[in-house]
């Protein structure tokens, strides 16, 4: 079991920059695979970026690719996600999540536990 806490969100313009962070508590944070994925009113949750168990295999899904960085301090048990460039469509409730191996990490359903999740709004 492990407990997923998200922080960070909020609102600011176009073109500006968030720095999302998950905070993990109970079994090794070091044993999982962490993703942050994003969910707008009336739409599916999406793949946003994940990071491997040391940090070193990253992936992003195309939107974000060269705005967005995923990383991960295993000593401290936190996932971060900071955010350049964001756009009125980066808008959702951006969740943290925690999986088990290496396969499909785009996959919401191979996440096994989630935090609450983080507002971000983008104004244009």
């Known amino acids: 079991q492990v407990q997923l806490v998200e922080s960070g969100g909020g609102l600011v313009q176009a073109g500006g920059s968030l720095r999302l962070s998950c905070a993990a508590s109970?079994?090794?944070?070091?044993?999982?695979?962490m993703g942050w994925f994003s969910q707008a009113p009336g739409k599916e949750r999406k793949f946003v970026a994940a990071i491997g168990w040391s940090g070193g295999s990253t992936f992003y899904a195309d939107s974000v690719k060269g705005r967005f960085t995923i990383s991960r301090d295993n000593a401290k048990s936190t996932v971060d996600l900071q955010m350049n460039n964001l756009k009125p469509e980066d808008t959702a409730v951006y969740y943290c999540?925690?999986?088990?191996?290496?396969?499909?990490?785009?996959?919401?359903?191979?996440?096994?536990?989630w935090g609450q999740g983080t507002q971000v709004t983008v104004s244009s």
């Open positions: 999540a925690a999986k088990f191996g290496v396969l499909r990490v785009s996959d919401t359903t191979r996440y096994a536990y």
């Open positions: 109970g079994r090794t944070f070091s044993g999982y695979y």
